[in-house]
């Protein structure tokens, strides 16, 4: 009998119904007979050959093993203990059941076993099957398939088990696999994807089995959380086979017949999944649904992490190329007049996000470079689908800026093309994509006027300006006629191509036919408006819409510069069909004249004096005014008249809103409400005075002064009328029910606000109510207002932009940021009404859009509010520094807000133990970082803080070092590193001392204060701070010659600026380098010399601060010396770090050696200084030792004894070294002591060596340099007497002084160190200095030096190069009162030394000329006399007979 026969007939019913089990049996079978170990073995040999023989082979791979805890009875009876015996005896088992029944066959075993385990996967694939297709395993599948695969593995393992046979059985049951059970074949690698996939011989089938399931599988993503996972692995590794075997660069050559099959099915996998993704796209799917699913996760496939395991190889890469390809060449039906009208539509903006991100994800791998490349490629070589090459342009400008330049050439390649050969593809092509590129804004590609005028309005246009160009241009454009928006047409006629005169009938016929088109399309040319955006290709505007729109923004421009615009004056006379029949009706509408004039009102007689409004025009508008102004006074005489034009429409205002508040207390009636709705904003368009023409949206950016907010009393009535309305239906409606059961009255109510010109007098009156009239609203006025900028935040996408003024950013604030500016913190009042203010708006929104997404409530708030309710609340209550509770009452607390005595502290407090609130703390974006904590803690103004002197240092205390230090940089803190909070609040700092001076603070300068009292106490935390890092330890793992923060704060900002000799760029770098300076004189002198370096000698590490001093000080010190705060800060540092050190006179030597080469700015800054400042060295240096002041001090003094000697006329001892110091120190005392001439005193030098003269010489010329940049420098030692006093030593002893016009940063020695003296700006005027000692040249003996042609020329063409660049006007603009010589002006000094320069040529000797050609190139076309007689003597010292004069006589 068979197994299962067996089974039944063991397992039946016996005697009295019992039921006894196959394990029963052997059991009472082994108790009954004692074996002996031969008997045992026979007996094993006995079953194993019982089961083979009735063994269901089907079922037997498919067993799996017994439950945890338990042990078949089976393997007990077989003694099977050992953890891997059941494994063995059951592969055994079947291996032995396997060879029999192939025996019996006739069958190879492992064609055998190959079919019997395929029959068993397809079961398991069955085993749960449902009614929706799947391609995921159930867990109980998993683990069937699990014991399978174990058998497998085992069978392969003993050369049991056919891989190609099991393949050919599965490929006959094919749709009964599921995918996830051919991938764990690839797996545990029983059989591999590729081996698998090439066994079949039918690639279509396998491309159709493999598409559809793939597709299942991608709508399957999303599945619970075991299940997404593996169809994530399944599709991960599916994918990378395809990437890598269908687009590896050489395919494998192999034995079998078709070693190309792999790859053309991984091909065709590929493509035709993307092709089904972009028709389920182009189709249209409703988010959510399967297809967007799976649409959505075929798209995934291309983001980076992907293909990590590959990326080495160019697989990824030429895949992303061939989709792309794909996607542009995608079912081709467009034409080109069908994406001429329809390519608006194709922007980013309107594209389909899941197209635009795939875009996105393919130009990851790729380069700029590549894909411009490929796309103009596959542009010229295939048929391309428009939307989508056109959409990706858009894409690749918005995304990539770099791709934009790319694009652009591009461009102008198809162009150059289409001109050349008259390729009509590439001038369509041209067009397209510099339209779409245009489309995306000026951001990212110029817009298309400027494009066609920069490409065509010139004579180096592509068409060349010949009549075949020109031909085929206009042709063209005309073709295009037909299809092209009214926006191009007005661009084409507005901005023409350049045509010569003999050709302007094409470009009149074209106008003509284009201006027939426009007038077809009801599009007039001369009724366009004075500031239409030719750029826009959106719908045209009605005239009068046109008009009020340009009143509008003349209005403002005239109020920015006080003149008449240029765009009206040029209507006036261009366009004066628009200007007189739209404009000037527009602007003179009658009204009541304001007792002041308005800016309208000025405008208007501007236009006037002008002549640009008709006499009788003006007449009837004055008499139209008058007539609307003399109404309310016949009302008051008491005549029976109608109500005045001003009280009616209020009047009526007042009673909508009063009815609209009986709507609003039955939030039910919808119908009513917004019937209500409709009636106030028409009742707020008559009591504005807006026609039907202005109630549009205002596009341009409301004008908002936060200083003195300005309103016309008619807005300000309707305004107060409008808030108090919704301040008054707000208390009446929570009386009622909590914001969220309040329905929509509010959101509709402030999209009635935003939706008129009421904004602007809105944000106006909400300015003047909190900024300036703050401690003065009561409850319901905050309670209200907090709502209303609730609400505002709701409909922030709706509204437009706000500028607060000329102090403010560039750009302009949303609405919601407003806010911010209006709620200072920095006085007891202000930081009041802020805490009510934010505990209302806050507490508002969490109510009212509980039931709401979290994204929703993001969007109603403000950071900044959010930000500052943290704030206050850590520096008002103690509670809030501790962890919160995590209180959850029932609600936020809005009912008590509404009650008539608010306790706004206690309310505060309760939202504050909100979860809700601390959940919402923790977003990005809301959470008060250290930096915003500084910057509201720098408003805070100490005199009117709400804490005393000593409360606000332990907050300050608490915040930097409990709060902010520890936190980690993802909560806003410092990760516990005091160098990052420092560095910080030094930024944070210095941004206040700028910004401050300039917005709503005073104009003290002091660096503590910086316009802001509160920077006293956080300069004392940094001061702590600085102390605290000096003292510690250093911060693990980081070196110890790692640059200082403060010099690193400083560093970043200065090259954050703007570069440049401009005098703008200057002063701005010097404003900020006196902010560093102050911050650095502020901290302690230890700042500046750090402690003893680790390698001996030790002495201070001044290494940052040589660097400052030489890259940023030194541009601006004043003849060749810091000023006196900087270098005594300096010594102190260095005196305090040589007092630490083991030998403090070693440590100064070796610091004071180090400045020689350095930074000898320092030593000559000393030099400067040295009567006030060597007292302070003595005192410091007697306090640290009782040893003489160190050598190199001792240097210093010498050279300043020095220096006084040779001034007092004394016996002058050698100059002690190095000689430039002494002749700093010389240069200093003739400036102290004011001596008119300074001859014998350099008589005196004559024994000296000539390095001391030449260095004083450049001091000199530094000096005079200086005199002409400060006007206070030039004293009674005239600068220039000076110089040419020194000047004529030199030459007397012939001492060669050239070369100091000749310093470069690659010099040695002297040259270097004087270079580092002085600053960069007056090495660049030496120029000017050269030619100012012109009188005092000795012509005779420069002649006769080698260098002198080269320097002088050189000096030459550099004065021109600073006259050109604007740089010498400062010079006499500032010494222009000076007693400078007669050359009074560069004009004068430029002819002056051009003169000089063409009567010196011709006598310098030939070795002058070993550089004329050099000369030459650099002269170019500066001065063509210069460079001819430069030419001619060269030409006459090489060919001297050809250039002799004939002798006639």
């Known amino acids: 009998m068979s197994a299962s026969q067996a089974r039944a007939a063991v397992s ?137 695969f174990e058998v497998a593995e085992n069978l392969s393992a003993q050369n049991m088990f056919s891989r190609l046979s099991f393949c050919q059985e599965l490929w006959k049951v094919q749709n009964s696999l599921l995918l996830e059970a051919v991938w764990r074949l690839h797996v545990q690698k029983i059989v591999s994807l590729q081996e698998l996939l090439e066994s079949r011989a039918d690639p279509c089938a396998v491309v159709a089995w493999l598409s559809r399931d793939l597709r299942l599988l991608c709508e399957q993503t999303e599945a619970p959380p075991p299940h997404a996972a593996v169809a994530r692995a399944v599709l991960a590794d599916f994918v990378q086979m395809f990437v890598l075997r269908g687009f590896q660069k050489n395919a494998d050559v192999r034995g079998n017949v078709e070693p190309e099959r792999m790859p053309q099915v991984a091909v065709a996998v590929l493509e035709r999944m993307l092709a089904s993704a972009l028709e389920a796209l182009a189709a249209g799917m409703q988010e959510g649904s399967p297809a967007h699913k799976a649409v959505s996760c075929w798209f995934g496939i291309f983001s980076g992490h992907m293909y990590r395991s590959i990326i080495s190889t160019e697989s990824p ?203 077809d399309l009801k599009v007039s040319i001369e009724n366009m408006g004075l500031y239409e955006d030719l750029s826009s290709v959106g719908d045209i505007m009605e005239p009068h819409s046109r008009a009020a729109r340009d009143v509008e923004k003349a209005i403002v421009v005239f109020e920015h510069t006080g003149k008449i615009p240029v765009a009206v004056l040029e209507a006036s006379i261009f366009r004066r069909s628009y200007y007189l029949s739209h404009f000037l009706p527009a602007l003179l509408t009658p009204r009541v004249l304001p007792r002041v004039p308005d800016s309208r009102e000025a405008l208007v007689e501007s236009l006037r004096r002008a002549d640009k409004i008709p006499p009788s025009l003006y007449s009837t508008y004055r008499q139209a005014c008058c007539t609307a102004g003399e109404k309310p006074e016949d009302a008051a005489l008491g005549r029976e008249v109608e109500p005045s034009c001003a009280e009616e429409p209020l009047g009526l205002l007042t009673a909508a809103l009063q009815e609209l508040r009986a709507s609003v207390m039955a939030p039910t009636r919808h119908d009513a409400l917004e019937a209500q709705m409709a009636v106030v904003s028409d009742r707020l368009c008559s009591a504005l005075g807006l026609g039907e023409d202005s109630v549009g949206v205002e596009e341009a950016p409301v004008q908002l002064s936060i200083r003195a907010p300005e309103l016309r009393p008619r807005e300000q009535r309707v305004v107060d009328l409008v808030l108090t309305s919704f301040c008054q239906n707000l208390m009446a409606a929570s009386s009622l029910s909590p914001p969220d059961r ?62 607060v003024g000329p102090s403010a950013p560039a750009r302009g604030l949303p609405v919601p940021q407003l806010f911010d500016s209006l709620l200072p913190c920095g006085t007891r009042e202000s930081s009041a009404l802020c805490l009510k203010f934010c505990t209302a708006a806050i507490s508002y929104s969490l109510c009212k859009f509980s039931s709401q997404s979290h994204d929703v409530l993001l969007s109603c708030l403000s950071p900044g509010l959010i930000k500052k309710f943290q704030f206050i609340m850590f520096r008002w209550f103690s509670e809030a520094r501790d962890p919160p509770s995590w209180e959850d009452p029932a609600g936020p607390p809005w009912r008590p807000l509404c009650l ?108 503590v204060l910086g316009g802001c009292t509160g920077n006293r106490d956080i300069f004392s935390r940094l001061q702590e701070m600085a102390a605290d890092l000096e003292q510690g330890p250093a911060p693990p793992g980081h070196a110890v010659a790692r640059e ?20 703008a760029s200057r002063l701005q770098r010097q404003r900020e380098l006196l902010t560093c300076k102050r911050v650095l004189l502020g901290l302690p002198p230890s700042v500046l010399v750090g402690g003893p370096r680790a390698e001996q000698p030790a002495d201070p590490n001044c290494d940052d601060f040589f660097h400052w001093v030489n890259s940023e000080l030194r541009n601006v010190s004043h003849g060749g010396a810091l000023t006196h705060d900087v270098t005594a800060h300096f010594f102190r540092g260095l005196l305090n770090a040589c007092a630490r050190s083991r030998d403090p006179s070693l440590a100064a030597d070796l610091t004071l050696t180090a400045c020689q080469t350095q930074c000898p700015l320092l030593l000559t800054s000393a030099l400067l200084w040295w009567p006030c400042l060597e007292p302070e060295l003595h005192r410091r240096w007697g306090r640290c030792s009782r040893s003489p002041l160190p050598a190199q001090l001792r240097r210093l003094q010498e050279a300043q004894h020095f220096a006084g000697s040779v001034l007092s006329r004394l016996v002058v001892p050698p100059a002690p070294g190095p000689a430039w110091l002494c002749a700093a120190a010389l240069h200093f005392a003739i400036r102290r002591a004011r001596k008119e001439s300074i001859g014998r005193e350099l008589g005196q030098l004559d024994g000296q060596g000539e390095e001391l003269l030449v260095s004083l010489f450049f001091f000199s010329l530094m000096g005079l340099l ?146 004329v050609a050099e000369l030459l190139a650099a002269s170019g076309d500066c001065d063509p006399d210069v460079s001819a007689a430069l030419l001619h003597r060269q030409q006459a010292l090489l060919h001297p007979d050809l250039h002799q004069e004939p002798r006639l006589f």
């Open 12 to 148: 039946g019913p016996g005697p009295g119904g019992l039921r006894r089990s196959w394990a029963e049996l052997l059991e009472g079978r082994v108790r009954r007979q004692k074996l002996g170990p031969e008997g045992e073995q026979k007996v094993k040999e006995s079953a194993l050959r019982l089961l083979r023989s009735h063994l269901n082979l089907g079922d037997l791979v498919l067993e799996v093993e017994a439950p945890p805890g338990k042990q078949l009875c089976l393997s007990r009876w077989f003694d099977c203990d050992s953890p891997g015996a059941h494994s063995d005896l059951s592969c055994s088992l079947i291996g032995s059941a396997l060879r029999d029944r192939a025996a019996r066959l006739g069958v190879p075993v492992a064609v055998l076993s190959s079919q019997v385990v395929a029959c068993g996967l397809v079961r398991v694939c069955e085993a749960d099957a449902g009614l929706p297709p799947q391609v995921l395993l159930s867990p109980e599948q998993r683990k069937k398939l699990s014991s399978l």
């Open 317 to 519: 890469k030429r895949f992303f190329c061939h989709t792309l390809t794909q996607i542009l060449t995608h079912k081709p039906v467009l034409k080109v007049s069908d994406a001429i009208q329809m390519q608006r539509d194709w922007s980013f903006a309107r594209t389909p996000p899941l197209l635009s991100g795939l875009y996105r994800r393919l130009f990851v791998i790729l380069s700029p470079e590549e894909l411009v490349g490929h796309l103009q490629e596959v542009l010229e070589t295939q048929e391309v689908n428009w939307q989508h090459m056109l959409s990706c342009v858009s894409t690749l400008v918005t995304c990539l800026p770099d791709a934009q330049q790319l694009v652009a050439g591009w461009v102008a390649r198809l162009l150059a093309r289409a001109f050349e050969s008259c390729d009509l593809d590439s001038m369509v092509s041209a067009f397209l994509v510099a339209r779409q590129a245009a489309l995306e804004g000026p951001a990212a590609f110029p817009s298309y006027a400027a494009w066609f005028q920069a490409t065509f309005g010139s004579t180096r246009g592509f068409h060349g300006c010949s009549r075949k160009g020109l031909v085929f241009l206009f042709k063209f454009l005309s073709d295009l006629v037909p299809f092209e928006a009214p926006r191009y047409l007005q661009v084409h006629v507005l901005h023409p191509p350049l045509v010569p005169g003999k050709y302007r009938t094409l470009l009149s016929d074209y106008v003509a036919l284009a201006r027939t088109r426009l007038a």
């Open 742 to 803: 309040q329905g929509p009255w509010a959101s509709r109510f402030v999209r009635t606000l935003c939706g008129r010109r009421l904004l602007p007098a809105v944000l106006a009156r909400l300015c003047q109510l909190l900024r300036h009239q703050g401690p003065s609203l009561g409850a319901s006025h905050v309670l209200g207002l907090a709502a209303l900028a609730v609400h505002l935040g709701e409909s922030r996408s709706a509204l437009p932009e706000v500028c």
């Open 900 to 1007: 008539p005595a608010v306790d706004w502290q206690r309310a505060a407090l309760c939202l504050w133990k909100q979860r809700t609130l601390q959940e919402l703390l923790k977003q990005e974006g809301f959470q008060l970082t250290y930096r915003d904590w500084l910057q509201l803690e720098l408003e805070v103004q100490p005199e009117a803080d709400s804490l005393s002197d000593t409360e606000r240092q332990e907050f300050q205390q608490w915040a930097i070092h409990q709060h902010f230090l520890p936190a980690p940089s993802g909560a806003g803190g410092c990760d516990g590193d005091l160098e990052v909070a420092c560095t910080t609040l030094v930024d944070v700092l210095m941004d206040v001392c700028q910004s401050s001076k300039n917005y709503d603070h005073s104009q003290n300068s002091d660096l």
């Open 1044 to 1063: 200082h923060f403060l010099f690193g704060v400083f560093r970043r900002r200065l090259q954050a600026l703007a570069g440049g000799w401009d005098v």
């Open 1266 to 1411: 200086s005199s002409h940049l400060t006007p206070q420098a030039v004293s009674s030692p005239k600068a220039l007497d000076i110089c040419a006093e020194v000047l004529g030593r030199l030459q007397g002893r012939r001492i060669s002084w050239l070369p100091l016009f000749q310093l470069t940063e690659a010099d040695a020695g002297l040259g270097r160190t004087l270079l580092r003296v002085a600053p960069d700006h007056q090495v660049r005027l030496l120029p000017v200095a050269f030619y100012s000692l012109l009188s005092y040249f000795d012509e005779d003996a420069l002649l006769q030096e080698d260098a002198f042609l080269h320097v002088a020329v050189n000096m030459y063409l550099k004065l021109i190069g600073l006259f050109v660049a604007g740089e010498t006007g400062t010079l006499w603009t500032v010494a222009c009162g000076g007693e400078l010589r007669a050359q009074g002006d560069p004009v004068s000094l430029i002819t002056d030394a051009r003169l000089f320069l063409l009567r010196a040529i011709p006598r310098c000797p030939k070795r002058s000329f070993s550089h």
